[in-house]
């Protein structure tokens, strides 16, 4: 709820309308007042008048029309009907484009002010997008996307489902069309994703030898960095369907594994505990075995996954049913994938997560109020947004990346920080919320102004140029340490190629670290500078790396040049042509989505609603 009062939101239309209807009795009840004093000497009225003869001569008149069949004589009368009419008149010429614009906004049609003056056929598709986000909101209130499929977690999921236990009719008729996909992608994707592919072959056959494994093993470390991990995927696999060796399956495991949840957090933490725990059962140690039992069923979210992760969700599943433990929590796991099965078109994969949504959500209301759209859905969706905090260990309010997530996420954060400010939000309570956010934001920030992607506890983890630009730009800080910040983090990504792991485009994180930071730059930042030129040369060429980094270019040229931190002229030039390009992709309103960074494990994803709001937010400027 968020007006001035629980359940109410008190708009500048709301109360003009109100003061129209208070004019029209008041006048009314004057006016009747003074005939009932005056009689034929003030108004001129049917014969047997009553209060309902003055309020229809009230709402004639102050709707300018007046018909003639009741006027006023006396001077008291004549007073009042002139100030009515000068105030029908003032009232109406205020509230007649706010019901056109309302009427168009809940159409998707609200007034979008865009470049579309210096680019005329910008308009249409903004229009277009507008009307894609209101008709793919949920019903709830938020949005969320369907991310890109991943083969290895299908293949997970597809063993986790494929249970004698848990298999019926219904069942199958999913497992048929998801075990053509997964064989199909499994042959098109051995070079570029050898851990996908053989998981997939496992999957369909139920079978593997040794010197399939090591040659997997090795493909993978041509294609995946050591700290993804990715053989550890094989791992947990192959022993939880009792295909490989005790030694062989600890040979696949990193050897910081006691330390992940230190390192990594609980959500990546838990795969460690997994690991653990078909470890200790391989040499009977019940102890350590209910010791991590006890930890993985902690971990569930109420929904029944863990932490919303398709893939991680698939291991549990798979590790408890090789104990044969827990079973109701398998059958609730196994409920759950069944219902993201069912979500997933059958000639396609499951992406690693389920979705995204609170972050989606929270993505599309900064670009739709940053870029001034307002409409009743958007006031939805910051409803659904407020209702979706968590709280950190403090007690601190913040947001995660997804409603079944209870970690805080900072990118999220800033950006629903960003769409409370921006949806000029009046409820005390979310005024509150945004402003615990903000304090724990600031709190977090690294002595080289850093800020972290997740927040566990105390510890920061994963830290990002994106988010932390995105967190200078966010969370109001004073002049001097807001251009501090901004230099520090534009000189990281400028000399030392800080680079971000969510968006393995250099494109994408370059040109989204100098959209946010080029207004808290001087022109004469180095820095700054030095990001805008590198940003101008990646617009000759960035078409090849899609939507998203397309979109984040033509952000950071236009503020860029902007502040002087790149030549106007040939940013104009670059705009425009990428311009072209991003309205030659647009369909229906839609941007498509690609692969643009990776979740763990070398699993890629991308998602679609992130596509569209960038590309929406650059149109716009």
Request: glycine letters at 8%.
């Amino acid at each position: 709820q968020l007006g001035t009062t629980p359940g109410t939101r008190i708009t500048p239309q709301i109360l003009l309308r109100k003061r129209i209807f208070l004019t029209a009795f008041l006048a009314a009840s004057t006016q009747y007042s003074i005939w009932l004093y005056q009689r034929e000497r003030a108004m001129a009225v049917p014969v047997g008048a009553d209060i309902w003869n003055f309020i229809y001569w009230s709402a004639i008149t102050i709707s300018t029309t007046g018909y003639g069949d009741i006027y006023p004589k006396g001077v008291q009368s004549q007073v009042v009907a002139v100030c009515e009419l000068i105030l029908g008149w003032v009232y109406l010429v205020g509230l007649l484009p706010s019901i056109i614009t309302q009427a168009a906004s809940s159409k998707g049609e609200t007034a979008i002010p865009t470049s579309s003056e210096r680019d005329p056929a910008i308009r249409p598709a903004l229009v277009r997008a507008v009307a894609a986000f209101r008709a793919s909101q949920q019903p709830s209130g938020g949005w969320r996307a369907r991310l890109i499929p991943d083969l290895a977690t299908t293949a997970f999921a597809y063993g986790a489902m494929a249970h004698p236990q848990f298999r019926d009719a219904q069942v199958d008729r999913l497992l048929v069309g998801r075990r053509k996909w997964i064989t199909d992608e499994g042959a098109r994707h051995c070079a570029d994703d050898p851990v996908g592919a053989f998981l997939a072959r496992v999957s369909i056959k139920g079978t593997a030898d040794g010197g399939e494994l090591d040659a997997t093993v090795k493909a993978a470390e041509g294609v995946h960095a050591p700290e993804e991990h990715s053989s550890m995927l094989l791992g947990i696999y192959m022993e939880a369907l009792g295909l490989i060796t005790p030694s062989v399956f600890i040979s696949l495991l990193p050897v910081d594994l006691p330390s992940w949840d230190v390192l990594y957090g609980p959500h990546w933490g838990t795969y460690a505990v997994i690991s653990r725990l078909l470890k200790a059962n391989d040499v009977s140690d019940e102890d350590t075995v209910q010791s991590c039992i006890t930890t993985l069923l902690s971990r569930r979210s109420r929904a029944g996954s863990w932490y919303g992760d398709v893939l991680l969700t698939s291991a549990a599943v798979l590790a408890l049913s090789r104990l044969n433990r827990a079973a109701n929590v398998q059958l609730a796991a196994r409920v759950w994938l069944l219902d993201v099965t069912k979500s997933t078109p059958v000639d396609s994969g499951l992406p690693v997560v389920r979705g995204l949504d609170t972050w989606d959500t929270a993505l599309v209301l900064w670009a739709l109020l940053a870029s001034d759209v307002s409409a009743p859905f958007v006031h939805g969706g910051l409803e659904w947004l407020a209702s979706k905090s968590v709280s950190g260990e403090a007690g601190d309010i913040a947001w995660s990346w997804s409603e079944e997530s209870n970690v805080i996420c900072c990118d999220t954060s800033s950006l629903a920080c960003a769409a409370f400010a921006r949806g000029d939000v009046r409820n005390v309570s979310v005024e509150a919320k945004r402003q615990s956010c903000i304090e724990l934001l600031r709190s977090v920030r690294d002595e080289n102004h850093r800020w972290p992607t997740f927040i566990y506890g105390q510890a920061g983890l994963h830290h990002c140029p994106v988010i932390s630009a995105r967190c200078v730009a966010t969370l109001g800080l004073s002049g001097s340490s807001r251009r501090l910040a901004a230099d520090r983090i534009l000189g990281d990504v400028a000399d030392s190629a800080w680079t971000s792991e969510w968006f393995t485009e250099g494109a994408i994180t370059e040109g989204l670290v100098l959209f946010h930071l080029a207004s808290s730059c001087v022109d004469s930042s180095s820095a700054g500078r030095k990001v805008g030129e590198h940003v101008l040369a990646l617009s000759k060429h960035v078409e090849e790396s899609g939507v998203e980094a397309v979109s984040a270019v033509i952000l950071a040229l236009s503020e860029g040049a902007r502040y002087g931190l790149i030549d106007a002229s040939s940013a104009e030039a670059a705009r425009r042509r990428l311009v072209g390009y991003l309205l030659a992709q647009e369909d229906g309103g839609r941007w498509g989505a690609r692969s643009i960074g990776v979740f763990g494990f070398g699993r890629r994803y991308g998602d679609s609603m992130f596509a569209t709001a960038l590309a929406f937010r650059a149109l716009c400027l």
